[in-house]
């Protein structure tokens, strides 16, 4: 029986009493300033401050300022207006997420109406509220980059290693779309992929995070997607390419090109709704995209099993090898994908002071994952499909100027399917021991198949509400409350097709070691309220966080007896995490920034619910983790100060140091099965997961921005930073003792812990239209762990691999036709067609193994050469796609 809910619901209802005063959309920032006289310097008393083309605005008080609250991000027109002066209009004025824009006027008498007087804003080249690491990019840059999705932004930014925030594991980031978080709790990873047509600006905070921000360690991913504006405008792109490398002896059937091996076509359309008078207003995009990949594997096998009956005998360099039934020969893609991208937005302004938007966004995706001893039989590789479909609800009300909800709700469902043929029946399905039969020592499979049939479906419904009120010139207070309903089912088996079934497949039975499944409804609830407060000399950010967590499961009683032992309910967890940030202007173009927090982490859900039938498998032993529901909230504290300084303008340093103390990080302990007539397979050893990791992470990160200025711009950035802990991966413990050896009883670097890394970008824009981008990323390389003949020879991560270096390009030409802009562009990838060795051998620290150490002969098709060389080991090279663009 399940734990009762009612305290939760209590709880709940609690959390939610907390919004009595505000609390700020996560997806919005502000405007605010001062109006003074321009004789006198006096400010001037109910000045009207409109933003352009919208219905928000705010009067001056009776100092001269005045703010306006919940700004979507991007570039406005501001325009002062005042009876007897001359009005002003400020343009390019840009509003990003979470951030104050101050923009001043100065007024002057005029006697003549409407006269209107307009000034060009100069955006501040440091931002004075910074009290963390954030970047935010917008449309505009991103149209300007040489990257396909939104990650690819992400890993632009400093400090970010291929996901990895600041020496943290995968996992730790929160991502939100229009302020509603879409991480799928299953692995934590995002839901779904927001296509870059649809994004407005993207915020990166790679440091310390305001309390508005939960369920995260390392770092937050906001995205703000873009409205329907008030007249119709459309684009539409498509591209085509493919890999282009001289490293063809490297990946075979690489030369054969074609421009159907990757394509891209999307498109948006955007506009007021008849009728409504452009009260209602509508987005849509669409996308789909196709890569081949430029992993290959041969057809040299057909995925059967073996048979007394059937079969030929095919003689490879003097030895006779068995085949159940040979291929064609054909060349099959092996690392493909494609997905498809739908997304419709409803906003509507029916009411004054109401804005009610609905976003829903269905995505849909399959491919495969290279498998190198399926090389010669990629037939008997699985396909993994997924699909996602996601309803936002969004309504913000303005009770006045400077106070404003926003009701939040949203509910996704996200599947993941991975399967050779979908019916687990289907004859097709070769004997399960066929892969053991038809291996052999440094040998590509010749036939069989994975039998794997897996699928996981993640239903999560959110609801939450903040408020945002600036209380006076100092203060805006922000408070708000969100539940988070799940529902997470996976079913996890083997198909079976043995003597036991009659040679013909089958499933096996459901709560057996062979066939997982688990129905799980956790609950997460969180409140927050914080203070931003800014004064002339100093801006304060103070907040404090609750979060509270059910995994509302069952566990044993005792985990020595984990077949019998009496099942009893998991524990609740909670945590209040206070976090502080400063900001402190030390001229007119420097600030200097200090921050510092505690974050709180829920463990991904299938760490907790994973093999939950307890059934200890004598042929898998320790290979066998068992999930835990009650485990702890993964805790960091984290340090940061920083400093901004402006040179000029355009031009501008940033320095950064942190630290990160990282606890209760998910981790395996080992446990024995008690000796008792009632247990079965007594003193054999199992593994479950429990907190017990620990790591820290420390650095300096240092960038150099220069804005476009003279038709060019560069972005340099540069990190520096240490990443150890006792284990990078959560099941080392076992391993470990698999291996036979001993556990780290030390910090030691992290798999990802890159020690240097260099990165940037430089843009050009001509007046003939032209625009060039290029991209670069240097990076040391990361750490291994030496080895001879699977026999560690040094400390674990005590050597390197070699190190990374990346160049990507984008080039386009604008053309104007009949009243429509259109281009045509050039996209390549890893454009010097580098060879990164991304993964080694341990013997060499190199992709080729050291042979001294591999005795024997291959016992299939191929030879040692073709067995031990791996181009998966490599980074994707040079990939080419040429496009054309139009809008309206």
């Known amino acids: ?22 609390a700020l959309s996560r997806s919005t920032g502000k405007i605010t300033g001062r109006v003074t006289e321009a004789g006198s310097g006096e400010p001037l008393i109910g000045v009207n401050v409109t933003i352009a083309g919208t219905q928000q605005g705010a009067m001056t008080d009776t100092d001269g300022y005045y703010v306006i609250l919940n700004i979507r991000p991007g570039t406005y027109e501001l325009r002062a207006s ?41 955006r501040p080249i440091v931002r004075r509220d910074l009290t963390s690491s954030s970047v935010s990019v917008s449309a505009r840059e991103i149209a300007l980059l040489p990257v396909e999705n939104f990650n690819d932004i992400v890993n632009l930014q400093a400090g ?4 990895h925030f600041r020496g943290g594991r995968m996992g730790e980031v929160a991502y939100l779309v229009d302020g509603i978080p879409i991480n799928d709790s299953f692995d934590n990873s995002f839901a779904y992929q927001v296509e870059n047509n649809s994004i407005q600006e993207v915020e990166v905070i790679s440091g310390t995070f305001n309390a508005e921000y939960g369920q995260a360690q390392s770092g937050v991913v906001n995205i703000v997607t873009k409205d329907g504006g008030t007249k119709m405008e459309g684009d539409f792109s498509a591209y085509t390419g493919d890999y282009l490398t001289l490293n063809t002896g490297d990946f075979q059937n690489i030369g054969s090109l074609s421009p159907t091996h990757v394509y891209d076509l999307q498109g948006t359309l955007s506009g007021p709704v008849p009728l409504f008078n452009d009260k209602v207003r509508y987005f849509f995009s669409a996308r789909r995209t196709f890569d081949q990949g430029y992993l290959y594997g041969k057809n040299m096998v057909r995925p059967i099993g073996h048979s007394n009956d059937s079969g030929e005998i095919v003689n490879v360099d003097g030895r006779n090898v068995y085949v159940p039934e040979l291929g064609d020969s054909s060349y099959v893609p092996m690392n493909w994908g494609e997905q498809n991208t739908f997304q419709v937005k409803i906003t509507t302004f029916l009411f004054k002071g109401n804005k009610l938007s609905v976003n829903a966004l269905y995505q849909k995706d399959k491919g495969q994952n290279y498998n190198h001893i399926y090389q010669y039989n990629p037939d008997g590789t699985p396909t993994n499909y997924g699909e996602s479909l996601t309803l936002n609800v969004l309504e913000s009300y303005s009770f006045n100027s400077k106070t404003f909800a926003t009701l939040k709700g949203a509910y996704f469902i996200n599947r993941s399917k991975s399967y050779l043929y979908e019916d687990p029946l289907d004859p097709r399905y070769p004997r399960d021991d066929a892969q053991s039969f038809l291996g052999g020592n440094f040998s590509f499979l010749r036939g069989g198949a994975i039998m794997d049939h897996f699928s996981r479906e993640t239903r999560t419904l959110v609801g939450a509400m903040d408020v945002t009120s600036q209380l006076n010139r100092r203060h805006m207070i922000k408070t708000g409350a969100q539940i988070k309903m799940h529902n997470i089912r996976m079913r996890d088996f083997k198909v079976k097709n043995n003597s036991s079934t009659g040679f013909v497949p089958d499933i096996p039975p459901e709560g057996t070691p062979d066939h997982v499944f688990y129905d799980e409804q956790p609950l997460e609830i969180s409140a927050y309220m914080q203070d931003k407060m800014e004064f002339d000399y100093l801006v304060v950010n103070m907040g404090v966080r609750f979060d509270y967590f059910d995994s509302n499961s069952l566990v044993p009683e005792n985990y020595g007896r984990p077949a019998n032992s009496p ?6 967890n909670w945590q209040i995490s206070p976090r502080v940030g400063l900001a402190y202007p030390i001229s007119e173009s420097g600030v200097v920034h200090v921050s510092y927090g505690h974050f709180f982490q829920i463990p991904a859900f299938q760490y907790l619910y994973t093999n939950p039938d307890y059934t200890y498998n004598p042929e898998i032993g320790l290979g066998r983790v068992f999930g835990n529901p009650n485990l702890k909230p993964q805790q960091t504290i984290s340090y940061e100060t920083g400093l901004q300084q402006g040179f000029n303008d355009i031009l501008a340093l940033g320095v950064t140091l942190f630290y990160k103390d990282i606890r209760n990080l998910l981790g395996t302990r080992i446990e024995v099965i008690e000796p008792g007539v009632d247990e079965p397979f007594p003193l054999s050893k199992y593994g479950r997961y429990i907190n017990r990791d620990y790591g820290q992470s420390k650095g300096v990160i240092v960038t150099l921005d220069k804005r476009m200025d003279r038709n060019f711009s560069f972005n340099i950035n540069y990190s520096l930073q240490f990443a150890s802990g006792n284990a990078s991966d959560p099941e080392s413990r076992l391993l470990d003792e698999q291996a036979g050896v001993e556990t780290e009883k030390q910090l030691v670097p992290l798999d990802w812990d890159r020690r240097h890394q260099l990165k940037g970008s430089i843009s050009f824009i001509t007046l003939s239209d032209w625009v060039l981008t290029m991209t ?3 990076g040391s390389g990361l750490p291994y762990t030496p080895s001879v003949a699977n026999q560690r020879i040094g400390l674990e991560n005590s050597d390197r691999k070699p190190g990374f270096i990346n160049f990507d390009l984008y080039a386009s030409k604008s053309i104007r036709f009949k009243g429509m802009m259109g281009g045509l562009f050039i996209r390549v990838y890893n454009l010097f067609d580098t060879q990164n060795e991304v993964n080694v051998y341990n013997d060499t620290g190199r992709v080729f193994p050291n042979l001294r150490y591999y005795s024997g002969q291959p016992q299939g098709l191929n030879s040692k050469e073709e067995f031990l060389f791996r181009p998966d080991f490599y980074s994707s090279p040079r990939r080419v796609t040429l496009g054309f663009q139009f809008s309206f």
């Not at 001043?104 to 006269?115: H, P, Q």
């Not at 970010?160 to 996901?163: D, I, K, S, T, Y």
């Not at 099942?567 to 609740?572: A, I, M, N």
């Open 82 to 122: 005042y009876l007897g002066f001359q009005t002003q209009l400020v343009q390019n004025v840009r509003v990003s997420i979470d951030r104050t824009t101050t923009i001043d006027f100065t007024m002057a008498e005029t006697v003549i109406s409407g006269a209107e007087a307009v000034v060009i804003a100069e």
């Open 160 to 163: 970010v290693v291929n996901g």
């Open 776 to 778: 670069g990323e240097f």
């Open 1 to 22: 029986m399940r734990p009762k809910s009612g305290k939760v619901v209590l709880l709940a209802i609690l959390a939610l009493l907390m919004i009595h005063t505000d």
């Open 567 to 572: 099942r009893v309910s998991t524990e609740p």
